[in-house]
Nanobody, 121 residues
């Protein structure tokens, strides 16, 4: 069974920085795209950043130039460095990992429970 756990959220003042971490535990024979999403109260869940197994990166328009996504394939981990945070970045941040369990032939999406990021003005 695969579990995804995020960490690193918290309260920070505008202009500050946070680093989110996400690790997948369990047996995955293949890890494809890893991504961060966020959801603010009353809003839909939006893509923040994604990184493919080949290192192709995409960012949401609102975070370009401020956030940096990276991954450690050996550890099945993905990170999100968030700089120059703004109050509008306040949301629950979710990690998503697309991969293939060792006992299956098909890929699946795995989600963490989320970590709260609050940016005060």
């Amino acid at each position: 069974q695969v579990h995804v756990v995020e960490s690193g959220g918290g309260l920070v003042q505008a202009g500050g920085s946070l680093r989110l971490s996400c690790v997948a535990s369990g047996s995955l024979s293949l890890v494809n795209t890893m991504a961060w999403y966020r959801q603010a109260p009353g809003k839909q869940r939006d893509l923040v950043a994604s990184i493919s197994s080949h290192g192709i990166i995409n960012y949401g328009d609102s975070v370009k130039g401020r956030f940096t996504i990276s991954r450690d394939n050996a550890e099945s981990s993905v990170y999100l460095q968030m700089n120059n945070l703004k109050p509008e970045d306040t949301a629950v941040y979710y990690c998503n990992i697309n991969g293939r369990p060792s006992d299956r032939w098909s890929d699946a999406d795995y989600w963490g429970q989320g970590t709260q990021v609050t940016v005060s003005s």
